[in-house]
T-cell receptor
Framework: DQQVKQNSPSLSVQEGRISILNCDYT??????FLWYKKYPAEGPTFLIS?????DKNEDGRFTVFLNKSAKHLSLHIVPSQPGDSAVYFC????????????????FGQGTILTVHP | ETGVTQSPTHLIKTRGQQVTLRCSSQ?????VSWYQQALGQGPQFIFQ???????GRGNFPPRFSGLQFPNYSSELNVNALELDDSALYLC????????????FGSGTQLSVL
């Protein structure tokens, strides 16, 4: 039962262009969503998050959009840089209902982003 | 401020053996969670420890067990290793059980032959 899905295993983008990474979820009890970035031989690093009371959160070049009715979120990176090349994981958590917990993150499978110079 | 540290970084075991992985939480963090990341998959929650007690468990069999010590460091023990246990094991810490953002270590890569 994959409650968080990232349907694109990989994405290739030219430097300076926009990268859009997508994520879908099925558990309606999730109310907090995070994006993590992972380089080889390193642990996941927190990138940006969004609460379900918002539909957008920005941090520099990174913006996360949340569409609750569609149970869909996306991460936009503008402009993309070669150093952004990494695996990006979408993760979700909730307040404790429906098997959720803020201390327990449910991750998607990840999307490998490659930004070409 | 020291981040989350895990040891060892790599480990090779044979089927049926037992393994212990170690994690030191980030300074000031009293909650530790363990995740298993199989190749090509996202991390999966194993369990969480708070105040030296298990505080939530994912869909993993009892041969996966853990400990948390008074200094908040933690161990993950896996008995009767199976080939499918080959994975990256990630430790994450946070300042409390309800804290929404987790801070991860670099992981221990376990290979079971």
């Amino acid at each position: 039962d994959q409650q968080v899905k990232q349907n694109s295993p990989s994405l290739s983008v030219q430097e300076g262009r926009i990268s859009i990474l997508n994520c879908d979820y099925t558990n309606s009890m999730f109310d907090y969503f995070l994006w993590y970035k992972k380089y080889p031989a390193e642990g996941p690093t927190f990138l940006i998050s969004i609460s379900s009371i918002k539909d957008k959160n920005e941090d520099g070049r990174f913006t996360v959009f949340l569409n609750k009715s569609a149970k869909h979120l996306s991460l936009h990176i503008v402009p993309s840089q070669p150093g952004d090349s990494a695996v990006y994981f979408c993760a979700a958590s909730g307040a404790g209902a429906g098997g959720t917990s803020y201390g327990k993150l449910t991750f998607g499978q990840g999307t490998i982003l490659t930004v070409h110079p | 401020e020291t981040g989350v540290t895990q040891s060892p970084t790599h480990l090779i075991k044979t089927r049926g053996q037992q393994v212990t992985l170690r994690c030191s939480s980030q300074s000031g963090h009293n909650t530790v969670s363990w995740y298993q990341q199989a190749l090509g998959q996202g991390p999966q929650f194993i369990f969480q420890y708070y105040r030296e007690e298990e505080n939530g468990r994912g869909n993993f069999p009892p041969r996966f067990s853990g400990l948390q010590f008074p200094n908040y460091s933690s161990e993950l023990n896996v008995n009767a290793l199976e080939l499918d246990d080959s994975a990256l094991y990630l430790c994450a810490s946070s300042p409390g059980t309800g804290f929404k953002k987790l801070f991860f270590g670099s992981g221990t890569q376990l290979s079971v032959l």
